[in-house]
């Protein structure tokens, strides 16, 4: 209950304290506005031996949130009410209970920006700070501190901030303290370069963490220090940008307390017009796991980011079975992206056009020497910064786009993986799966309410399980119902007693900004992952039902 | 201050804020023990002897060679650190002027080579070992930031004038101008090392030190143990010549108790002290070549070495 006591009192203050003036109470309470949101997850588990879902002793798993953001004029309030009774299967155990571990207040006066409470906040490309929630992972870490911006001269943004990382319904024990600056050249500098055709940002960061040091084994850093500088040139169509981050001696639990420093490169460019894109990406990652408690693992506490160079797949197949999970201790990766639109008439074309995206990354640990000194100095291992090690992941995918009538369309994807499961799920000795994916989508439109989709899916691979298979039949009743049905097969497993079918189906409701969704069947256990963030999903059974709501 | 320095004083402030460790394992603290009213033993942790029962059994299990340090009751014995390294091409004329001198003042003299900095750094392939205690952030490092050491060769004799650094063309005449000091205390000096080599004990040293001052004294000092090697051949620069077997003389190799060891309680005329180390020796290094270094100095920013006294082991 005291949560709700400091968030009345925490919010009269605020509202007292920076919008009465002259003005009435009513005045200013009628310039306010609330929004929000709200979300609701909840799931009757069963036994399912079939797939190995064990039994939950709840019965009944849910999370809730709730977002409320209150603004008046300059100034802006809001909270985040959490309820976890308990949390659903594969979400981190840490979240149990209902509380508010999210409220902040923020205020802008004079290109100052001025932040108290929980924020989300990130340099650059996140390599060495970004704060965010990533709800379907359960992953949050959020900063609780205090944030100031400050638009120094026209165009130069300066961002400095300190706070504690949020840790389910606790915090770490380190604090993160952080400063960046980014600078828009052509706003800096707007009379020398009005005329530019090139648009150029540069910035730098700086982020160190604070954790007293309590080990008798080791001496370890107490306060450890990143840093990294970065630029953006866009030139018409064409864009070239980069970051280089540095990170002091930070022996963790990732790295098995090491004291090497770490470094990541990431470079991207691109070029897009009218029906044609292209997008390379490189980066090179090395033991840049950077946490606000050193002893911490799995998603917790993560003061950095690292952005996966691989394609985020959204087809069941490919999202589910083997997606790839960013390696902060060491990687390697490039992606290329082309993306093209065969126009209405060409001979690829054909009368309505179509279009072709082509995706190739891959992704290898870094080339490493072990320099065999556990107990000395502790440096781990050496690497040479161009030299490639053992393939973790590669994907080579197609994907066409094609409308074939004013009431048919379809995509239809090839995709062609290798996946190391010893490193990506950490299971040792298993062998790198290489599989081939066809992926057919067709929607037909009924009519105009009413349309009709299915996918066929196909996974065909000698290792792990071996071949699976997926169909899905969907049926919209525009604007407010569906209802789908889906059966993902695992067909060619060796062991014809784990052949399994997991099906589902599912219906759901969607009423301006309310969205109803009920569902029955089985979840695989795999490993669940966005962005290259990823969360071990255990197998469960049951009825789902979810309801979002903004307003 | 203008609001506009703020956040750079931010910046600057979050530069600052980063440890760097050098050395990842908390130093080990040596035990000590009394086992009588006059010795206090101060025993390697690495030797894992936690309580006197398991010391005195040290001490009956073996038999034990001893060889004691010349009187210095009446002599000021003076020590000379030099700074030196492999790859320092100047460095073998500080060594010769060292064996000269040490042939001259005999027993008086106790030289000390303390390889560190840039030239003791290992390159292979031919300068592949490291001969600095500790390694890079040693000991000899440690000593080398302390002093100030910017040229080779070069010494402290007796770390006199606040541990003025001299060159080798120095050394010879600083000697002559203390070595005739009355001494201000006495260090006697015993070794004790395990008589039989073959046995798994043989490493373990023993080195008894009984002070006892000569004059009252107002300074506070620190008792310092080194070991140090004598004869080993590996490579050396020597003007720009790459020698093979060439003889590193008196080599520092182990700091005993600490970069800047013991503090003693107050020098009253008359008082006496003893403490016995009980250390390892690296079974690479040859026993018969090595002493045991001990040494008075008054504490910082003077460093001056008051006394010392040396003894072989074997």
Partial sequence: ?551 | MKKQLILPLLFIVALSACDKVDDPFPEKKDISFSLDETTEYIVDADLNINDTTALKKLFTDHQWDTIAAPDNSTKRFIVVEEFTGHKCLNCPRGTWEIVRLDNIHQEQLIPVAIHAGTFAEPRPPKYSHDHRVGGDGGAGDTYLNTFGVTAYPSAMVSRTRQAELLSDAQWDQRINSIKNDIPKVKIDLKNYIVKDTNSSAANILRIQIDIEWLDNLTKEHQLQVFLTEDNIIDWQDSAGVDLEFYNHRHMLRKVVNGNFGLELEAAEIGKKASYQYITTVDNKWKAKDMESVVFIFEKSPSYEIIQGNAAHLR
């Fill in chain 1, 1 to 551: 209950m005291k949560y709700h006591y400091q968030l009345a009192i925490f919010g009269l203050l605020c509202i007292f304290s920076f919008s009465l003036k002259a003005q009435s109470f009513q005045d200013v309470m009628e310039r306010g506005k609330i929004r929000g949101n709200f979300q609701f997850e909840s799931q009757y588990y069963q036994k399912d031996t079939d797939i190995g879902a064990e039994d939950v002793a709840e019965k009944i798993l849910s999370n809730g949130y709730l977002n409320l953001n209150y603004t008046n004029g300059s100034f802006s309030a809001g909270v985040r009410y959490e309820s976890y009774l308990n949390a659903l299967l594969g979400y981190p155990t840490g979240y149990k209970g209902n509380g508010i571990m999210y409220r902040y207040a923020s205020y802008d006066k004079d290109k100052l920006s001025l932040t108290v409470g929980n924020f989300y906040e990130q340099f650059g490309s996140g390599l060495i700070l970004r704060t965010y929630e990533e709800r379907g992972l359960g992953y949050d870490n959020a900063l609780d501190g205090v944030r100031l911006k400050y638009n120094i001269y026209d165009g130069v943004r300066l961002t400095a901030l300190t706070g504690k990382q949020r840790l389910f319904f606790d915090y770490g024990e380190g604090i993160v303290r952080g400063f960046d600056a980014e600078i828009y050249l052509n706003e800096t500098f707007s009379a020398a370069l009005k005329d530019s055709k090139a648009r150029i940002i540069i910035g730098g960061s700086a982020v160190s963490k604070y954790q007293a040091d309590e080990s008798s084994r080791f001496v370890l850093p107490e306060n450890v220090a990143s840093f990294s500088g970065r630029a953006s040139v866009t030139y018409g169509k064409f864009n070239v940008n980069g970051e280089y981050a540095y990170k002091y001696n930070d022996p963790s639990a990732d790295n098995n307390f090491i004291y090497k420093n770490g470094e990541a490169l990431l470079l991207q460019t691109s070029y897009s017009q009218k029906g044609f894109g292209l997008l390379f990406s490189a980066k090179r990652v090395d033991n840049m796991s950077f946490r606000s408690d050193r002893g911490e693992g799995q998603q917790n506490l993560l003061i950095n980011y690292v952005p996966a160079l691989t394609k985020q797949h959204t087809y069941n197949l490919l999202a589910t079975l083997y997606p790839y999970a960013t390696q902060l201790n060491g990687e390697v990766a490039f992606q290329g992206d082309l993306i093209y639109k065969f126009d209405k008439g060409s001979f690829l074309g054909g009368e309505r056009g179509m279009d072709i995206q082509i995706n190739y990354s891959t992704a290898n640990n870094i080339d490493t020497t072990m320099l065999n000194d556990d107990n000395t100095k502790r440096q781990g291992y050496k690497s040479d910064f161009f030299s490639i090690g053992e393939v973790y992941y590669k994907d080579f995918n197609v994907q066409l786009s094609k409308r074939f009538s004013s009431k048919a369309k379809g995509d239809f994807s090839y995709a062609n993986l290798v996946y190391n499961q010893d490193i990506i799920e950490g299971k040792p000795g298993n062998p790198k799966v290489y599989a081939d994916v066809f992926i057919a989508d067709v929607t037909y439109n009924l009519s105009m309410r009413n349309s009709l989709r299915g996918e066929a899916q196909v996974l065909l691979t000698e290792q792990d399980k071996g071949n699976w298979g997926t169909v899905l039949l969907e049926y919209t009743y525009a604007p407010h119902w569906f209802i789908a049905i889906q059966d993902q097969y695992n067909y060619g497993n060796e062991d014809k007693d784990k052949r399994t079918h997991y099906y589902n189906a599912s219906v759901g409701y969607n009423n301006q900004g309310n969205r109803i969704t009920l569902s029955y069947g089985r979840q695989k256990a795999g490993i669940f992952c966005v962005g290259g963030v990823c969360r071990v999903v255990p197998a469960s059974s049951g009825l789902y039902l979810s309801v979002t709501s903004s307003f």
